[in-house]
Nanobody, 121 residues
Framework: QLQLVESGGGLVQPGGSLRLSCAAS????????IGWFRQAPGKERERVSC????????NYADSVKGRFTISRDNAKNTVYLQMNSLKPEDTAVYYC??????????????WGQGTQVTVSS
């Protein structure tokens, strides 16, 4: 069974940093593009970032460009989302999801359970 597990969320002050991890079990991440998504209360789910199978191609939502960095370590079967200069509007549940496309053109078939990120003073 394909499973993705997110970790690394928490409470952080504005301007702070967090690193989220998306670990896979039951399959090898090498064969999947991985996306990070978020959903805040009362808002639609938003794709934050995505990384291609090889890691050679990444993309970001305009709202996080220059602050977030996605990366992958296929040897550890894990994808990371480094989040810097966090803002209160980054508060959301963050999910990772896999796509069997090489690039981030979707669709995303397997989803993790999510990790809460709260940015507040």
């Amino acid at each position: 069974q394909l499973q993705l597990v997110e970790s690394g969320g928490g409470l952080v002050q504005p301007g702070g940093s967090l690193r989220l991890s998306c670990a896979a079990s039951g399959f090898t991440l090498d064969y999947y593009a991985i996306g990070w998504f978020r959903q805040a209360p009362g808002k639609e789910r938003e794709r934050v970032s995505c990384i291609s199978r090889s890691g050679g191609s990444t993309n970001y939502a305009d709202s996080v460009k220059g602050r977030f960095t996605i990366s992958r370590d296929n040897a550890k079967n894990t994808v990371y989302l480094q989040m810097n200069s966090l803002k209160p509007e980054d508060t959301a549940v963050y999910y990772c999801a896999s796509s069997d496309h090489y690039y981030c053109s979707g669709p995303f078939g397997s989803w993790g359970q999510g990790t809460q990120v709260t940015v507040s003073s």
